[in-house]
């Protein structure tokens, strides 16, 4: 079956500028993560979506970011006034649930460079 | 808050040689651990996870790890490096008491092998 996609997969943008990412998570997952990759940090938790709940958003790292889930199903990731520490790869993740030993699925990520 | 430390950014080893490649976390509570792998390019694999079942777990690809509590550690091995084992290799930890799945990652392991 489908996995997680993601878009776009490679976006450049010039700093100060607004970035929207999308995540498609695979059908029928109730649970939806967003991670950032960088060179400088690691991977590194952003949030999460569980069906209805309110979102965890304790790992995002400004209140430049934000995010939201659609209809419990795609999700996007959004970044205003965009800086170029932002310049990372997004990843998006989906689970069947939110309990703490499910596999998370992981999409191939959206790589951000800021200019 | 978990963390996860995977020691050697790089390393390397020879085609048919064992892999090993570690992992300790600190925890107060017993964690749920997670190995996933990452090709260039691509988003995150699990390759094996721990739940508090048997404590040696097998995963794809010929890979396991075993759980040591006493040593707050989860070691990943394969007895005979392949080439296709070329790869980022990441240990992750599940922390109980957040309520939800989100992942601690360590810093990774670029794993290359030689000929």
């Known amino acids: 079956g489908a996995g997680v996609s993601q878009s776009p997969s490679n976006k450049v943008t010039e700093k100060g500028k607004d970035v929207e990412l999308r995540c498609d998570p695979i059908?029928?997952?109730?649970?939806l993560y967003w991670y950032r990759q960088s060179l400088g940090q690691g991977l590194e938790f952003l949030i999460y979506f569980q069906g209805n709940s309110a979102p965890d958003k304790s790992g995002l790292p400004s209140d430049r970011f934000s995010a939201e889930r659609t209809g419990g199903s795609v999700s996007t990731l959004t970044i205003q006034r965009t800086q170029q520490e932002d310049s990372a790869v997004y990843l998006c993740?989906?689970?069947?649930?939110?309990?703490?030993?499910?596999?998370?699925?992981f999409g191939p990520g959206t790589r951000l460079t800021v200019l | 808050a978990q963390s996860v430390t995977q020691l050697g950014s790089h390393v390397s080893v020879s085609e048919g040689a064992l892999v090993l490649l570690r992992c300790n976390y600190s925890?107060?509570?017993?964690?749920?651990l997670f190995w996933y792998v990452q090709y260039p390019n691509q988003g995150l694999q699990l390759l094996l996870k721990?739940?508090?079942?048997?404590?040696l777990v097998k995963g794809i690809n010929g890979f396991e790890a075993e759980f040591k509590k006493s040593e707050t550690s989860f070691h990943l091995t394969k007895p005979s490096a392949h080439m296709s084992d070329a790869a980022e290799y990441f240990c992750?930890?599940?922390?109980?008491?957040?309520?939800?799945?989100?992942?601690?990652f360590g810093k990774g392991n670029q794993v290359v092998v030689i000929p």
């Open positions: 992750a930890v599940s922390d109980p008491r957040y309520g939800n799945n989100r992942l601690a």
């Open positions: 721990y739940t508090s079942a048997a404590t």
């Open positions: 925890s107060s509570v017993p964690p749920y």
């Open positions: 059908s029928g997952h109730t649970a």
């Open positions: 993740a989906s689970s069947s649930s939110g309990r703490e030993a499910d596999t998370q699925y």
